[in-house]
Nanobody
């Protein structure tokens, strides 16, 4: 069993930045791929960043590429999402997840979800 707790969400103006953090407890997740997802009202949950355990390979969809950066610290059992140049369409609840990255097609198999943290970007 793994517990994931997200933090760092809040209200920010368009063009601003936020850093989200995810802390894992229970079983260590050092051998898991990690991902960040988001879900806005009326929209499907989407993957916005993923990083592999082996090799630290990252993935970003075009909607956030160049603006978001995912990092992990194996020693601290944390994964962060640095979000820059935020846009109103980035407004969503952001979720941390453990699982496995699948590259073809790009997707992410989720084993555990965090409860989410709300990010609101004002125009």
């Amino acid at each position: 069993q793994v517990q994931l707790v997200e933090s760092g969400g809040g209200l920010v103006q368009a063009g601003g930045s936020l850093r989200l953090s995810c802390a894992a407890s229970g079983r260590t997740f050092s051998s898991y791929d990690m991902g960040w997802f988001r879900q806005a009202p009326g929209k499907e949950r989407e993957l916005v960043g993923a990083i592999t355990w082996r090799g630290g390979i990252t993935y970003y969809p075009d909607s956030v590429k160049g603006r978001f950066t995912i990092t992990r610290d194996l020693a601290k059992n944390t994964v962060d999402l640095q979000m820059n140049s935020l846009k109103p369409e980035d407004t969503a609840v952001y979720y941390c997840a453990t699982g496995g990255m699948v590259r073809v097609p790009p997707t992410f198999r989720v084993d555990y979800w965090g409860k989410g943290t709300l990010v609101t970007v004002s125009s």
